[in-house]
């Protein structure tokens, strides 16, 4: 009964790191979200993949790059931190982007220094 | 265009009645959805109402809808502490692949 689960939960990065996010799920949905969560500001849709093998920008996806590896796995990179990503990453599936409910992850919590 | 819009607080006592308000401004919207969001939790789904429907009640929950004003709301009757949470209004754009587009979060808090 995993649902969504995201790696690491915690992340402190120095300006002009990087580092991927990791998100998989287990309940063979065919759509991945990666969302970012900022005070006052609700969640934004950074990208989003409707199926493997096909991803689209979201609200926000500059500075961000993904990779939809299989069905099970949507990573989230950032290849250059830069203070304003300091936020809480969210991944979230749906059977499709049509389907009612999207299951959620934890949640990284990501600070850039 | 794409947005939802929610007040940021709700305060309220123990046993009271909690409404949260939301307004859109997607016509194209076909569902729209509430989540909850407990202290350091991820996003769960507590209900959702198909946008041909006025009203949708579930237990505590109940949802209405009126399109004309974009304006959707969430009450909960007999309010216990446990409740207390951020709720999440939210969209799907269906016009634009089926995004799911969220308000600001209402956090409720609920005092004994």
């Known amino acids: 009964n995993a649902g969504v689960t995201q790696t690491p939960k915690f992340q402190v990065l120095k300006t002009g790191q990087s580092m991927t996010l990791q998100c998989a799920q287990d309940?063979?949905?065919?759509?991945m979200y990666w969302y970012r969560q900022d005070p006052g500001m609700g969640l934004r849709l950074i990208y989003y993949s409707a199926s493997e093998g096909t991803t689209d920008k979201g609200e926000v996806p500059n500075g961000y790059n993904v990779s939809r590896l299989n069905k099970r796995e949507f990573s989230l990179r950032l290849e250059s931190a830069a203070p304003s990503q300091t936020s809480v990453y969210f991944c979230?599936?749906?059977?499709?982007?049509?389907?009612?409910?999207?299951?959620f992850g934890q949640g990284t919590r990501l600070t850039v220094v | 265009g794409e947005d939802v819009e929610q007040s940021l607080f709700l305060s309220v006592r123990e046993g009271d009645s909690s409404v949260i308000n939301c307004t859109y401004t997607?016509?194209?919207?076909?569902?729209l959805y509430w989540y909850k969001q407990e202290p350091g939790a991820g996003l769960q789904l507590l209900t959702y109402?198909?946008?041909?429907?006025d009203m949708k009640q579930d237990q505590r929950l109940t949802v209405l809808l009126n399109k004309k004003d974009k304006h959707l709301s969430l009450r909960i009757a007999d309010t216990q502490t446990g409740d207390s949470a951020i709720y999440f209004c939210a969209e799907t754009l269906y016009n634009q692949g089926g995004k799911l587009i969220f308000g600001q979060g209402t956090e409720l808090s609920v005092k004994p």
């Open positions: 109402i198909f946008s041909n429907m």
């Open positions: 979230a599936s749906s059977e499709s982007l049509t389907d009612t409910e999207a299951f």
């Open positions: 309940m063979n949905h065919n759509s």
């Open positions: 997607d016509s194209s919207s076909t569902y």
